[in-house]
């Protein structure tokens, strides 16, 4: 997770370096874009507020089950129940969270399966929470850059059109001016939808591991 915090962090800084290094500044190419960039400013703040709350909030879940599928395992093969048990009381993995719901003795397969089911949709939904506003940012900031290069396109054609004299400066100008929003749409659009997808693959991960414990525990006979 940290690691996607960092490439978040240093991806702006980039973008910040290389505006610098050119002609014109990063505040030029915003006042370029007109009132379109604002919006896509508003749009930018908003997915680095979710992606850092949901990176934050992926960390504390502790999805990665790297470590807690070989402790299960081996606790596994000694056919323990009460060890089993504490095992999914004392353990922080969210796995292990869900499954303490339902695991105890006297119980049937069908009201554990049900307890656990019941765990697994309540974390779900508060990992997924905000995902399809993220899911939004990533379609509509590049049609907004989209948007305000077409009206940056009209209003540099405008021009030509006003002009007695056409020259490659007065074209090149106005493209050059349109085509800034959709740079930016795209630019925020691109990490957007690869953290979407990532996200998504976490919480997939997760019930595809609740599910492969949950049929490890039925398949050695440990809920009867």
């Known amino acids: 997770m940290k690691k996607f915090v960092t490439l978040i962090f240093l991806f702006f800084p980039v973008i910040l370096l290389g505006a610098e290094r050119s002609s014109t500044s990063l505040w030029d190419l915003f006042k370029m874009g007109g009132i379109w960039m604002w919006f896509l400013l508003a749009l930018s703040v908003l997915s680095l507020w979710l992606i850092l709350e949901k990176l934050y909030i992926f960390h504390r879940k502790k999805l990665n089950t790297r470590f807690f599928f ?62 399809n506003i ?15 290069t077409v009206a940056g396109m009209i209003r540099a054609f405008g021009n030509i059109a006003a002009a007695d004299e056409v020259s490659a400066q007065l074209v090149a100008g106005g493209i050059y001016t349109a085509l800034t929003t959709t740079a930016y749409g795209l630019i925020i659009a691109i990490p957007t939808i690869a953290l979407y997808n990532f996200f998504i693959h976490k919480i997939d991960s997760f019930v595809s591991d609740t599910e492969k414990t949950v049929n490890l525990i039925l398949n050695n006979d440990l809920i009867k």
């Open 70 to 131: 070989p402790q299960f395992e081996t606790l596994l093969k000694k056919n323990n129940f009460d060890k089993i048990e504490d095992f999914f009381f004392r353990s922080d993995h969210l796995v292990c969270k869900v499954l303490n719901k339902g695991f105890r003795k006297k119980i049937s397969m069908a009201e554990f399966e049900g307890r656990v089911e019941r765990a697994v949709t309540i974390e779900v939904n508060e990992l997924g929470n905000g995902l």
């Open 134 to 148: 993220l899911a939004t940012i990533g379609s509509v900031a590049p049609l907004i850059g989209f948007l305000g």
